[in-house]
């Protein structure tokens, strides 16, 4: 079985910062793309920031210039800074994992963690 387990979401002020970590465990063969989306209230959930195996990044426009994404081993970082009210949601992150059991990649969620940012 595999789980991916965020850490990090809290309260913080404009113009502060968070590093939001999630860990792939279980058993695990291979893992392909890692990501990081957001949900708040009201809204559909939306990229964030998403990496490649070998390292190459996407951002949403929204993001650029204050997010980076990052990934060791098997776990995927999202370091925030400059955060914004409009950064407040539920971020969740993603991977394509292959499962030592699966003939293929299958997309895992964690259960997300809150970002909340008011003064």
């Known amino acids: 079985q595999v789980q991916l387990v965020e850490s990090g979401g809290d309260l913080v002020q404009p113009g502060g910062s968070l590093r939001l970590s999630c860990a792939a465990s279980?058993?695990?063969?291979?893992?392909?793309?890692m990501g990081w989306y957001r949900q708040a209230p009201g809204k559909e959930r939306e990229l964030v920031a998403a990496?490649?195996?070998?390292?190459s990044t996407n951002y949403a426009d929204s993001v650029k210039g204050r997010f980076t994404i990052s990934r060791a081993e098997n776990t995927v970082y999202l370091q925030m800074n400059n955060l914004k009210p409009e950064d407040t949601a539920v971020y969740y992150c993603?991977?394509?994992?292959?499962?030592?059991?699966?003939?293929?990649?299958?997309?895992?969620w964690g259960q997300g963690t809150q970002v909340t940012v008011s003064s």
């Open positions: 990496i490649s195996t070998g390292g």
């Open positions: 993603n991977a394509d994992i292959k499962s030592v059991r699966s003939s293929g990649f299958w997309t895992y």
């Open positions: 279980g058993s695990i063969f291979s893992i392909n793309t």
